[in-house]
């Protein structure tokens, strides 16, 4: 699109002979540099501090409490309880020492391989993602950082237990082989990895990719930090695989930024037409009070197209990269507060579990057939007030509660009466299971939190990256 934009200018000026003796223009980027604080030391020591304090805590309060009311099985059968991701599904420590991750979507050849050969410095290298106007991604892309250049084969991610990919096995043989990763000495890598995806081709059905894109879309939607959804100011064609994917996203909306990408290709008066005809087609796909944000600018190495507005274009990518970085700088934070989610429903459905067990018990007599008092329990819960129960105790709100389908399928493969009341789960040395998970969840991760804050209290040296005499800014109030 770009190169017939130039080429019909240069035409139109006589001096189509010259065409190929005139290189483009690259553009500065000092400023991503600047944005993103690549030159400042990052804290390692203290960020590897406060990780192996969460590990601890995951591992002696959390985990055995996941173990021994087998709390992943019960992910298996959950499809919309408990949107997000899954500690257990992923590896542990995998999941808590994994980067952020920034997530690419959206239609084919809308600029997703450019921004990031863009971000990452890699154009006209052997190593940048490859790039054209027609489809050319087909595989999910994994870039990380590594001590050198190479790429790894999807096989090889899946069966590394150091990552946080071997769940992708369960996609089969098929997609493994759709999936690569490429790793490289960076400094923006070294904080963040980025995810390229195929783009959505509305008239392809999703079997003749050979493996489920949909699934697999989901799971790395479930995991990232931040999901840049990608369009053409000339292609916003919205089709039914594009719907599919804005109801993946649902509950997603808070890590959702879309950008209106070669925005540099319109006037500015077209450009306006083409904002509002994306939120008119968007509109009935994101049902949320605020939309996500949107930024409009041109993401690739080369200048801006003449006579366009490169001031709004800079400005835009200058408050994409700022939202970047606030992800960057709040992994931490991010991570506790995911650990602190997970561990409040590992511990409700153990309060649910035993109030089953319970149940079970004062039900069952000598004259009972545990089959129907274990059918009649499991089919109407409510019944038996075990959902209501347990909003009695603390910590407990009615929108934690997972589905009561969920639990049918869960002591359809799990026998109710190979759990333990939570009561018979103490030791004289370790302490009650259900006393561990919640002084983690009450004292522990919350008082990490709030070290971890109070070493980004602003100081002598926070000038530089607020401005002393300047406000800081707000990431959550609009421009």
């Given at each position: 699109?770009?190169?017939?934009?130039?080429?019909?200018?240069?035409?139109?000026?006589?001096?189509?002979?010259?065409?190929?003796?005139?290189?483009?223009?690259?553009?500065?980027?000092?400023?991503?540099?600047?944005?993103?604080?690549?030159?400042?030391?990052d804290?390692?020591?203290?960020?590897?501090?406060?990780?192996?304090?969460?590990?601890?805590?995951?591992?002696?309060?959390?985990?055995?409490?996941?173990?021994?009311?087998?709390?992943?099985?019960?992910?298996?059968?959950?499809?919309?309880?408990?949107?997000?991701?899954?500690?257990?599904?992923?590896?542990?420590?995998?999941?808590?020492?994994s980067?952020?991750?920034?997530?690419?979507?959206g239609?084919?050849?809308v600029?997703?391989?450019?921004?990031?050969?863009?971000?990452?410095?890699?154009?006209?290298?052997?190593?940048?993602?490859?790039?054209?106007?027609?489809p050319?991604?087909?595989?999910?892309?994994?870039?990380?950082?590594?001590?050198?250049?190479?790429?790894?084969?999807?096989?090889?991610?899946?069966?590394?237990?150091?990552?946080?990919?071997?769940?992708?096995?369960?996609?089969?043989?098929?997609?493994?082989?759709?999936?690569i990763?490429?790793?490289?000495?960076?400094?923006?890598?070294?904080?963040?990895?980025?995810?390229?995806?195929?783009?959505?081709?509305?008239?392809?059905?999703?079997?003749?990719?050979g493996?489920?894109?949909?699934?697999?879309?989901?799971?790395?939607i479930?995991?990232?930090?931040?999901?840049?959804?990608?369009?053409?100011?000339?292609?916003?064609?919205?089709?039914?695989?594009?719907?599919?994917l804005?109801?993946?996203?649902?509950?997603?909306?808070?890590?959702?930024r879309?950008?209106?990408?070669?925005?540099d290709?319109?006037?500015?008066?077209?450009?306006?037409?083409?904002?509002?005809?994306?939120?008119?087609?968007?509109?009935?796909?994101?049902?949320?009070?605020?939309?996500?944000?949107?930024?409009?600018?041109?993401?690739?190495?080369?200048?801006?197209?003449p006579?366009?507005?490169?001031e709004?274009?800079k400005?835009?990518?200058?408050?994409l990269?700022?939202d970047?970085?606030?992800?960057i700088?709040?992994?931490l934070?991010?991570?506790i507060?995911?650990?602190?989610?997970h561990g409040?429903?590992?511990?409700?459905?153990?309060?649910?579990?035993?109030?089953?067990?319970?149940?079970?018990?004062d039900?069952m007599?000598?004259?009972s057939?545990?089959?129907?008092?274990?059918k009649?329990?499991?089919?109407?819960?409510?019944?038996?007030?075990?959902?209501?129960?347990?909003?009695?105790?603390?910590?407990v709100?009615?929108?934690?509660?997972p589905?009561?389908?969920?639990?049918?399928?869960?002591?359809?493969?799990?026998?109710?009466t190979?759990?333990?009341?939570?009561?018979?789960?103490?030791?004289?040395?370790?302490?009650c299971?259900l006393?561990?998970i919640?002084?983690?969840?009450?004292?522990?991760?919350?008082?990490?939190?709030?070290?971890?804050?109070?070493?980004?209290?602003?100081?002598?040296?926070s000038?530089?990256?607020?401005?002393?005499?300047?406000?800081?800014?707000?990431?959550?109030?609009?421009?």
């Open positions: 699109m770009r190169e017939c934009f130039f080429l019909c200018l240069f035409i139109l000026m006589g001096f189509a002979e010259e065409v190929e003796d005139v290189p483009y223009a690259l553009r500065d980027k000092t400023h991503i540099e600047e944005t993103l604080r690549l030159a400042t030391d804290k390692s020591g203290d960020y590897t501090a406060a990780l192996q304090k969460l590990r601890k805590i995951y591992h002696s309060a959390i985990k055995p409490m996941e173990q021994a009311y087998k709390y992943n099985e019960l992910r298996q059968h959950e499809i919309s309880a408990y949107p997000g991701r899954n500690l257990g599904d992923s590896g542990t420590d995998g999941e808590i020492t980067k952020p991750m920034v997530l690419f979507l239609p084919w050849s600029g997703k391989s450019s921004m990031i050969n863009y971000l990452l410095g890699l154009q006209n290298s052997p190593y940048q993602l490859y790039t054209g106007a027609e050319t991604t087909s595989e999910f892309t994994v870039i990380m950082h590594g001590e050198k250049i190479r790429s790894v084969e999807g096989i090889v991610m899946a069966a590394d237990s150091s990552r946080s990919f071997s769940p992708l096995e369960k996609f089969g043989q098929n997609f493994l082989e759709k999936l990763g490429v790793e490289m000495p960076h400094k923006l890598l070294e904080r963040v990895t980025f995810v390229d995806t195929p783009g959505i081709i509305e008239n392809r059905k999703q079997q003749e990719r493996y489920p894109f949909n699934d697999v879309c989901q799971w790395f479930d995991r990232a930090d931040l999901i840049f959804v990608v369009f053409d100011p000339t292609k916003l064609d919205v089709g039914l695989e594009l719907e599919m804005f109801r993946q996203l649902k509950g997603r909306e808070s890590q959702i879309i950008i209106l990408n070669k925005a290709n319109l006037a500015t008066q077209d450009l306006m037409r083409v904002y509002g005809a994306l939120f008119w087609s968007l509109a009935p796909l994101i049902n949320v009070t605020e939309p996500p944000r949107v930024y409009v600018s041109s993401f690739w190495p080369y200048d801006y197209a006579d366009t507005s490169r709004l274009f400005r835009e990518e200058i408050s990269l700022e970047l970085n606030q992800v700088e709040n992994r934070e991010n991570k507060a995911f650990i602190r989610q409040i429903r590992v511990r409700i459905h153990a309060l649910l579990v035993d109030r089953y067990v319970q149940t079970y018990n039900k007599s000598y004259f057939d545990p089959e129907l008092v274990f009649e329990i499991v089919d109407d819960p409510d019944k038996f007030y075990i959902f209501k129960s347990i909003l009695a105790k603390t910590n709100s009615k929108f934690d509660l589905n009561r389908d969920a639990y049918r399928d869960f002591f359809g493969v799990n026998a109710i190979s759990f333990k009341p939570l009561t018979t789960q103490c030791s004289y040395m370790g302490g299971l006393g561990k919640e002084k983690a969840i009450t004292d522990e991760l919350p008082a990490l939190l709030s070290s971890i804050n109070s070493d980004k209290q602003p100081g002598l040296n000038c530089e990256a607020t401005g002393c005499d300047e406000k800081p800014k707000n990431r959550y109030r609009k421009n």
